[in-house]
């Protein structure tokens, strides 16, 4: 038996995420290897022995594919929204000679767990079928410093029979901002919901027709955002999977080119930085066969080089 959707395992005495865990199993009275058969029908592909880690405590959830899974496992075990996921640990952080904090763990797991709680509202999962082949994100950036669009090539192949939607999903760390998302080529929106906590929005791709196993198709979207308040300082694309190629490219206002820059990549709880020079008012960088992990890029612009930030729509 699975819990329902009223809480009834008080964790409130707990003071680890392995204590928690276990607490949680030994009152729920399922074994993990049923606990990986509810996940799993939710989308989400943990095994056996990641669950007995994390109950033993020799490992925590770090990876964004475990991060994503807390709610459902939450849900399964019949515990309070978060109770799980507020005992996980922040990753070690690194700041930049500003202080500017490039990794907010607890940030990143709560939006996590909000896109999948509004993906499970479209009766969308994070594996619904299609895998990424490459992708090109191309993001352009104004004189104030703020977002000014992102536009997605991606080139999918079917992994299941019949598959004709995916979720897609934008959030942006400007609390005034509110995200939004639009169909360009080869593809439309569908249904849409909104989180009423974050600027974030998750969406309903809607591919040409059913596709065959094996089937290739490649499809365009903008992701935006109005009422900017901040510059927009870092982006990163995290993934599941591995995908073949991915082309990352920020442009920026000629009047507006950052002082300095720098690549980071997650591996688990593994972060690394590598300095980037600016050569133009464009970022450019390639990776082949990466995931699953983070990758992105972040900049920094001299004091009083960016315009003020007027209001938008």
């Known amino acids: 038996m699975v819990a329902s959707d009223e809480a009834d395992v008080d964790l409130r005495s707990a003071t680890t995420f392995a204590h928690a865990f276990r607490e949680a199993t030994d009152q729920r009275g399922l074994s993990l290897e049923r606990i990986t058969y509810h996940l799993r029908r939710r989308g989400h592909d943990l095994s056996t022995a990641t669950l007995s880690y994390w109950r033993t405590g020799r490992s925590v959830p770090q990876r964004s594919t475990s991060i994503a899974a807390l709610g459902a496992l939450e849900e399964i075990l019949g515990v309070e929204r978060g109770s799980l996921a507020s005992l996980v640990p922040p990753r070690p952080t690194r700041l930049t000679g500003d202080g500017r904090n490039l990794v907010q763990a607890e940030r990143f797991i709560k939006r996590a767990e909000v896109i999948s709680q509004l993906m499970s509202e479209l009766g969308l999962n994070w594996d619904m079928g299609m895998e990424y082949l490459s992708v090109h994100d191309h993001m352009r950036i104004r004189r104030d410093g703020t977002l000014e669009g992102h536009l997605v090539t991606a080139l999918m192949r079917a992994t299941r029979e019949g598959v004709d939607r995916l979720p897609t999903w934008y959030g942006h760390d ?140």
């Open 174 to 313: 400007d609390p005034g901002a509110y995200p939004f998302i639009s169909a360009e080529n080869n593809c439309r929106i569908g249904q849409v919901v909104e989180s009423k906590d974050l600027p974030l929005v998750v969406a309903e791709l809607l591919l040409p027709r059913p596709m065959n196993v094996g089937e290739v198709v490649h499809i365009q979207y903008t992701n935006g955002a109005g009422g900017q308040t901040e510059p927009f300082l870092d982006w990163s694309r995290g993934t599941v999977g591995t995908v073949r190629e991915s082309y990352l490219e920020v442009e920026f206002d000629p009047q507006a080119i950052p002082v300095k820059a720098e690549e980071f990549v997650e591996i688990g709880q593994d972060r690394r930085t590598t300095p980037l020079p600016v050569i133009d008012h464009t970022l450019r960088r390639y990776r082949r066969d990466f995931g699953p992990g983070v990758w992105g890029l972040a900049w920094e612009w001299s004091p009083g080089t960016l315009a003020p930030i007027r209001n938008r729509p």
